[in-house]
Every structure is written in C-alpha cells, then in structure tokens.
C-alpha cells in the first residue's frame, strides 16, 4: 500500500478514471470506499482517506469475529 496520503491519492485517481472511462461515467461515489467518503472535507486527499477509514472499519470487524 501507498505510504503517504499523496501517493494513495494518485493511485486512486488513475485507477478511478480508468475505471470510469470503461464505464462511461465518472463513477464518482460508487467505488468500494466511497461508502466512507466524507465529501464535505476540507482535505485535498479525500478518497484516500475514505480507503483508509474502509480498511480500519474492515480490520475492526474482523478482530470482533
């Protein structure tokens, strides 16, 4: 995984628009982590940090099974 907000950031970008090319749509709130945007964040790195939210809620619930 990316070691700095920045370069997650980067990655999902490249990847989202790939993705949304294939699609035909921008598909801006349908990726896995979107669930965990927060779009009213004043942060540059927003998907970014929706990916690191997922992977926590994710690692949380695991350790409750």
């Known amino acids: 995984m990316e070691r700095t907000n ?5 990655t999902l970008d490249i ?3 790939i993705e949304s090319e294939k ?3 921008d598909l801006c ?3 896995d982590y979107c669930a965990y945007c927060r ?5 540059v ?4 940090r929706a990916v690191r ?3 926590i ?3 949380k619930a695991k350790a409750q099974k």
Do not use: I
């Open 6 to 10: 920045k370069d997650l950031q980067n």
């Open 15 to 17: 990847n989202k628009w």
């Open 23 to 25: 699609a035909g749509r």
């Open 29 to 31: 709130g349908e990726m």
């Open 39 to 43: 779009m009213n964040e004043d942060y």
């Open 45 to 48: 790195y927003t998907c970014a």
């Open 53 to 55: 939210r997922m992977l």
């Open 57 to 59: 809620a994710e690692r």
